[in-house]
């Protein structure tokens, strides 16, 4: 046995080796198969996957593209977005939700978010609907679908289409209904960090309306039809034939990965609970909506007291990681410095980005690294409690 009082080793926030190490000669199988079949672009792997990945989400129609990115610029070049024209979103998301209304001349309005969730609060989308809103994008932020029942039953009675930004949450579902089965078009990423993560770039989009799906593989293949007959001005956006052999390989694992991060999500709330630092204010868990199956890909806590920055300071200088997603709101980036965002009051917003922090969760992490978190989380209140006295 090794020595008990060796310096305590780190925790990463995230070891995408460690994930994949376990599935390596299938990923070998799968990659040296595209090698040898010259088929980078359009390989059987892509059309394979589409079709996986539809029974997956249990929506008839998916479209691969390059990324969770131009899965939302498509979706909204698919639906005539343009000058004018007003789309509601968070401003607590990734910049990818916003950037792809801005993107096509289109104004951002953006609704506040439930505290307990982070995800867009319904209320706050109806009071901001006009004869100009032409979209509305919930995003699922950190694997927990927002509140999809109410949010369509909102812009259905207005006749607006819904963009289901599902990138951080393939796999979830609201009243046992998948996530990106909700909307016109949901749209998800292959982002490494993601809960399905190829190793590179790619995104796909999901449509229950077969003519729309149509309409997004136009736009995405330079609104091509028939080849070098152009009838809208669309961008080149692939899933390559390499991405989607990977991804075959990690859709096989995806429902044991999520069983993971689930087990790990139960034991946070569990350590932190029984530290105490919860009951004491100091720490605030992460709000499970009884109605969403959550896919955990993020564990988000809120630092209570302003302490946020301190106690991310402490963890990293223990070589613990954690990551603020998100510290700065899309309304307050210095690339929109200037325009005048219709809102409705986003002091929640603003508060969750001086308060939430992200614990280490990945599939492998082990129940020795959680602890160590912990243990680091208790130790720096503990000094605090310490100095105070
Ligand atoms: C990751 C992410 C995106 C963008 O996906 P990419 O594949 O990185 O382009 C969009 N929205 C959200 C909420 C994301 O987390």
């Not at 995800?119 to 901001?128: M, R, T």
């Amino acid at each position: 046995m090794a020595h008990q009082d060796q310096a305590p080793s780190g925790v990463p926030l995230l070891d995408v080796n460690r994930d994949n190490a376990p599935h390596r000669e299938e990923f070998i199988e799968a990659l040296t198969e595209v090698l040898d079949s010259g088929r980078f672009l359009f390989g059987p792997d892509v059309t394979e996957l589409e079709t996986e990945l539809a029974g997956y989400c249990q929506v008839p129609n998916v479209v691969g593209c390059a990324s969770g990115s131009d899965a939302l610029l498509l979706a909204l070049m698919a639906l005539n977005i343009g000058p004018g024209d007003e789309v509601i979103v968070p401003s607590f998301t990734f910049f990818a939700s916003v950037s792809c209304i801005t993107r096509l001349g289109a104004t951002p309005v953006f609704a506040d978010i439930c505290p307990g969730t982070f995800n867009i609060d319904p209320e706050s989308i109806e009071s901001l609907i006009t004869d100009q809103t032409k979209a509305i994008i919930p995003v699922h932020l950190f694997g927990q679908c927002a509140e999809i029942d109410r949010i369509c039953q909102i812009a259905s009675g207005h006749d607006i289409p819904v963009v289901e930004d599902a990138a951080q949450a393939i796999g979830a579902a609201y009243n046992s209904r998948p996530a990106g089965s909700w909307g016109t078009v949901g749209c998800f990423s292959f982002y490494p960090t993601k809960n399905l993560g190829g190793m590179g770039d790619g995104g796909m989009m999901t449509s229950c309306d077969a003519a729309f799906a149509d309409r997004l593989r136009l736009f995405a293949g330079h609104g091509m039809r028939p080849r070098y007959y152009h009838q809208v001005v669309g961008i080149n956006s692939r899933l390559d034939t390499f991405q989607a052999a990977v991804l075959r390989v990690k859709l096989r694992h995806l429902g044991d990965a999520i069983e993971n991060r689930s087990t790990i999500a139960d034991r946070y709330d569990r350590l932190l609970t029984e530290s105490g630092l919860v009951d004491n204010g100091e720490i605030t868990l992460p709000v499970r909506d009884s109605n969403a199956f959550h896919v955990w890909n993020q564990y988000a806590i809120r630092v209570e007291n302003g302490r946020r920055d301190e106690l991310r300071s402490y963890l990293a200088e223990r070589k613990v990681g954690s990551e603020i997603y998100y510290p700065i709101p899309m309304h307050q980036q210095q690339c929109f410095e200037g325009m005048d965002f219709r809102h409705n009051g986003l002091a929640e917003t603003e508060k969750a980005s001086l308060e939430v922090l992200n614990l280490p969760i990945f599939p492998s992490l082990t129940e020795a690294e959680q602890c160590r978190v912990i243990e680091v989380i208790g130790s720096f209140y503990a000094v605090a409690a310490k100095a105070a006295a």
